[in-house]
């Protein structure tokens, strides 16, 4: 999910970078560029919460709501960052 979600909100010839690495566990971080105002960041783990509603026959608003779930059940933890218009998602699986 965070894969395509990265995919699918970034402009043609931007760079999306991915990270895996060994830290306390596995820290997997995607960040692609990306604005989201303080508003969006307070719900963008909220059940139906879509980002760009012109997009609604693509999206349903429920994946980023599941992977923060199913990170809980395994015992990790998924957070969102956006800092000069990166929009970074990390993932730590314990």
């Not at 060994?22 to 971080?29: A, C, M, S």
């Not at 012109?54 to 980023?64: D, E, F, I, N, Y």
């Amino acid at each position: 999910n965070l894969i395509h979600n990265a995919i699918m909100y970034t402009e043609t010839k931007q760079t999306i970078s991915i990270n895996l690495k060994k830290h306390e566990g596995i820290l997997f971080e995607i960040s692609n560029p990306g604005i989201l105002d303080m508003n969006e960041q307070e719900h963008i783990f909220d059940l139906f919460v879509k980002k760009d509603q012109s997009r609604t026959s693509k999206s349903t608003g429920v994946g980023l709501t599941l992977a923060k779930t199913i990170m809980s059940k395994l015992d990790g933890n998924l957070e969102l960052n956006v800092k000069n218009n990166v929009i970074t998602f990390t993932a730590l699986f314990k």
